[in-house]
């Protein structure tokens, strides 16, 4: 019996958990990969599941899926909306949804696997399908590498990839190249010396300092980056003091930085810590700001030669208006680090999940920055067809390529 692709997606988007704690997760793969008649490695990097199938001699081709949620409150509306709650790495209690769409991905990578074990028959080679735990963290991939993944299984000859995104549902979008940008996750602590509200002159205020540092850090895209060029500085959390009337001893930035490479890379981390060393010192700090790299991801960059022979499949496969060059994302995958860790080129596309009438509606009404949920919105909610169904061709049609 064919799996049911759709009741699988909605039982994983109303049960989304968050990175390295996706165990019901986990166990939902490997049952439907057990049906399938497929061993199963559960386990792989903490939480990761592993499964392959051998096919005679030819090529090994890796399809990656990752699979863990966000700490987002659900607001779509939808009757299959997340209510879960978990637990983040600070012990708080946070709701819990799949605002990125890893439930599509491993749905699609899922139903793709049960075609290619049903035509055996017409494809020769080895395809190993990896679900990935903690994406999110920028840490799962490095996970399961740790855990030897490269070396229990054959080496991929090619890692394919593929992520649900906000365009009309029946479109790919890849491009050789830098399809994504690299990525730091930054921990900045601002150390002042606290003391009474009452008496703001006989402390040093690290929540004006911070305030400070948050605005500074704004002109390092918009003044001191080259416009044709590309650069992200993203302050997404400041967390200072318990009361009204204490001037806390500290406050605490967390950062996301983006950029195409390792020269804009270095160009923007030492503007960074210039401002905030520098803010620091105006505000008359006794200590040194601590900057801290919690994650650092490397451009996802799509091989020229294998980017081109698959995009000349999915024409083929598809059309030529169903396949455009999206440009590069500012947003940071940790796919490539199975291409990089093994040698092997790397193909990650993009496929659209919005419907295509209400993609055409806000593109004519110039309202699609407004109108159309993005990826990590309480929002995102890919619609289930023809979305599920383009996800499993692209996989299939994406493997084939480079099988015999």
Request: hydrophobic residues 40%; negative net charge.
């Amino acid at each position: 019996m064919s799996v049911d692709l759709e009741s699988l997606y909605t039982d994983l988007h109303t049960h989304p958990e968050l990175s390295f704690q996706e165990t019901r997760t986990a166990g939902v793969i490997a049952r439907h990969l057990a049906d399938l008649g497929l061993e199963v490695e559960e386990g792989v990097g903490r939480t990761g599941v592993v499964t392959r199938i051998d096919n005679g001699p030819g090529p090994v081709v890796w399809l990656r899926a990752d699979m863990d949620g966000l700490p987002v409150q659900e607001q779509t509306g939808l009757p299959y909306a997340s209510t879960a709650r978990g637990t983040d790495p600070a012990g708080n209690t946070v709701p819990v949804m799949h605002a990125c769409g890893h439930d599509m991905h491993v749905t699609a990578l899922i139903g793709a696997l049960e075609r290619l074990v049903a035509t055996t028959g017409e494809w020769s080679g080895t395809v190993v399908a990896v679900f990935q735990p903690a994406e999110e963290y920028g840490a799962g991939s490095q996970a399961m590498i740790a855990d030897g993944v490269l070396d229990r299984y054959p080496r991929p000859d090619i890692v394919l990839g593929q992520h649900v995104t906000p365009l009309p549902a029946g479109t790919i979008g890849v491009r050789p190249g830098t399809q994504m940008a690299a990525s730091d996750g930054l921990t900045v602590v601002l150390h002042g010396r606290g003391g009474h509200g009452s008496r703001p002159h006989s402390t040093i205020d690290p929540v004006v300092m911070a305030a400070a540092t948050v605005m500074r850090l704004q002109t390092v895209v918009s003044r001191e980056v080259d416009p044709r060029d590309v650069a992200v500085v993203t302050v997404g959390s400041i967390h200072a003091g318990l009361k009204n009337n204490i001037i806390p001893a500290e406050a605490k930035l967390e950062l996301s930085l983006r950029y195409p490479d390792d020269e804009a890379r270095a160009r923007v981390m030492s503007k960074v810590e210039r401002i905030v060393r520098a803010e620091a010192e105006a505000s008359g700090a006794e200590q040194t700001p601590t900057i801290s790299v919690d994650h650092s991801l490397p451009p996802t960059i799509n091989d020229p030669d294998a980017t081109s022979r698959l995009t000349a499949a999915f024409r083929r496969a598809f059309g030529e208006a169903g396949v455009v060059d999206p440009g590069m994302f500012t947003g940071s995958e940790d796919v490539s680090w199975f291409a990089r860790e093994s040698g092997a080129p790397l193909v990650f596309w993009f496929w659209g999940g919005v419907d295509p009438q209400t993609f055409a509606d806000a593109v004519a009404g110039g309202t699609v920055e407004r109108d159309i949920p993005t990826n990590h919105s309480p929002f995102f909610a890919p619609v289930m067809q023809p979305t599920i169904d383009r996800g499993v061709e692209n996989l299939v049609v994406a493997a084939r390529e480079f099988l015999d």
